[in-house]
């Protein structure tokens, strides 16, 4: 291809992110998925298991696997909402919430540095691109389908 599409500058760019970030949350002995699952988490109240997924946009069997690795690890607990008896909130451990602050200080840290490189018209710029893709997405304005036949 002569010229770099969108979708493969949005890709390479992700991936080349995601590397980044598992690279270094093997210094800490985890994964991406599991610093994005401890920033997820509210620190205060859990939260429901069954937001998670959702919230991630993470299918249930790969959060599910997350899960069990962070409960062995000693990152999070299970236990009964009150509010609801058919489910369980996810709650971080003290341990849980000294990684989730070390999750925080890589995202922060990569903000800062990409922002530093960057004037603040280039960054509006780059969340206008991102806030009109996801728009374009949503309002499913890409593709469109006749689904009547």
Known sequence: MKEITIDYALRATWQAVARM???????????????FTLLSIDPKTGTPSTALGPKMGMEPTSLSRILKSMEEK???????????GRSVLIHLTDFGLEKRK??????????????????????EGFFEVVEVINKLISEKKIYKRNTTT
Do not use: Q
């Open 74 to 84: 000693g990152l999070i607990v299970r236990k009964p909402n009150p509010d609801d």
């Open 102 to 123: 070390d999750s925080k200080d890589v995202v922060l840290r990569f903000n800062d540095v990409v922002k530093s490189k960057l004037s603040e018209e280039d960054l």
């Open 21 to 35: 970030y598992n690279e270094e949350a093997r210094h800490f002995g985890a994964t991406m998925a599991m610093g």
